[in-house]
């Protein structure tokens, strides 16, 4: 068994980012706040990143049992 546990963290902060971006998302949509946007585009890089990262611990961890 695989004895790295950043798979919780990671998910735990990808949680952590959405909800901090709610309220960008909101300026965007109803306020059409551009720089909004860009922060918005920027927390869902990291999201994609962070998801691929759990998607690969899950595959290890996985594979080694």
């Known amino acids: 068994m695989n ?9 735990n902060d ?3 980012l ?5 309220t960008d998302y909101n ?7 551009a720089s909004a946007g860009s922060r918005i585009r920027k927390a869902m890089q990291q999201v994609k990143t962070n998801a691929q990262d759990v998607r690969v611990h899950v595959q290890a961890t ?4």
Not at 18 to 22: N, Q
Not at 27 to 32: A, M, Q, S, T
């Open 18 to 22: 959405l909800e901090s971006v709610k």
């Open 62 to 65: 996985k594979n080694s049992k």
């Open 3 to 11: 004895n790295d546990n950043t798979t919780p963290s990671t998910l």
């Open 14 to 16: 990808m949680i952590t």
């Open 27 to 33: 300026k965007f949509y109803d306020d059409g706040n």
